[in-house]
């Protein structure tokens, strides 16, 4: 079974600093993209970082310069440094992983899989 498990999250002054983590487990042929992704209340699911398997990133505007999201290839395990942080930081974050593994039959099935939410809280 493959899985991604965040952690990381909870509650933080404005200004303050939080790092999130993502590892994966299972039977990973190989992950292509990993990043992260929140989603706020009453709002929809929207980028913040992703990197790929050769070091290329994709940063949103709302977080660049304050942001920085790193990745260890051999460890399937992808991070998110949050500095100076805002209250219109507060979200659930994401893990996302554009991934190939083997399923129950060993058959590949190259997917995008999503951790569960881990809630980050921006007070001001």
């Known amino acids: 079974q493959v899985q991604l498990v965040e952690s990381g999250g909870g509650l933080a002054q404005s200004g303050g600093s939080l790092r999130l983590s993502c590892g994966a487990s299972?039977?990973?042929?190989?992950?292509?993209?990993m990043g992260w992704y929140r989603q706020a209340p009453a709002k929809e699911r929207e980028l913040v970082a992703t990197?790929?398997?050769?070091?290329?990133?994709n940063i949103a505007d709302p977080v660049k310069g304050r942001f920085t999201i790193s990745r260890d290839i051999a460890k399937k395990t992808v991070y998110l440094q949050m500095n100076s942080l805002k209250p219109e930081d507060t979200a659930v974050y994401y893990c996302y992983a554009d991934m190939t593994y083997k399923n129950y039959v060993e058959a590949l099935v190259a997917e995008k899989r999503w951790g569960q939410g881990t809630t980050v809280t921006v007070s001001s």
């Open positions: 990197i790929t398997n050769d070091g290329s990133l």
């Open positions: 299972g039977s990973i042929v190989a992950i292509w993209t």
